[in-house]
Structure formats: C-alpha cells, structure tokens
C-alpha cells in the first residue's frame, strides 16, 4: 500500500527548495521520482530551481513535456501520466493525482501560504478515508 508523507513548513516560499531536500534524499536512496506539479509553470520553475541547485547537489532531471520517455531519476510533469518507472510522488498539485496509487511513497509539501494549507488539508482527508497510512514531519 502507497505511504504517504506530509512535510509541513510555516514558510510561505519554500514549496520548491524543500521540494528539492525531498527529492535528493529520495535520489540519495536510489529511488526515482516523478514530482507532479500544478502547471506547466510551476513545472518549468522546478526546472530551473533544479538547474541552480548547487554543484555538489545537482539532481539528474527532465521534464516529461520534453521527453515522453525521459529516464533520468528525477522526472518533473504536470498533466501527464508519469509512467510506471517511478516509486515515489512529490505532488504539488492542489488535488490528488489519479495515479498516486502506483507508487510506494507520495510526498505532499504544505507551506504557511493559506490556500496551500486548505488543500493540503483536503487530500490529508482523503488518503485518510481510504485507509493509506499517513505520517507528518515538520520541517
């Protein structure tokens, strides 16, 4: 059954940079990641905040708008299916993805911003009527 993790942050900004820490200790396990952003935008943004990340830190990435196909471990979407080649979920998304049953782990990302919260509230409602277990970590 999928595990899904919550990373709460009083911080109104840092949706991408703690999407970034996610991401790199999930790569750091050897996982592949699909993060499933809420726009074209926002995942063309991910892209770049990816890019500038720091030498000793870079994250092997694609966007699945460029490459349908991409293999790279990090694959950043946003109204695509990702495939069946990834084992966790960021979403950034306001609602759940169809999809997030197939992966092992989904991690959402809740800041201070109040319509992230709202939201985030409302999936936490749901994965938790349908019985996925559910853990929080404040950061």
Request: net charge negative; glycine share 4%; aromatic share 10%.
């Amino acid at each position: 059954m999928t595990e899904v993790l919550f990373y709460i942050t009083e911080a109104t900004d840092a949706r991408h940079q703690l999407t970034w820490r996610i991401a790199r200790a999930a790569l750091m396990q050897q996982r592949h990641i699909y993060i499933h952003a809420a726009s074209e935008e926002e995942a063309a943004r991910l892209d770049e905040v990816f890019w500038q990340a720091p030498l000793t830190g870079f994250l092997p990435h694609s966007l699945l708008s460029d490459d349908p196909n991409a293999t790279h471990p990090v694959v950043i979407g946003h109204s695509q299916s990702p495939g069946p080649c990834h084992d966790v979920l960021i979403n950034l998304a306001p609602e759940v993805p169809d999809f997030f049953s197939r992966f092992l782990r989904v991690a959402e990302m809740i800041t201070g911003d109040e319509a992230v919260r709202i939201s985030g509230r409302e999936r936490w409602r749901f994965y938790k009527d349908q019985g996925y277990p559910l853990t929080s970590h404040k950061v």
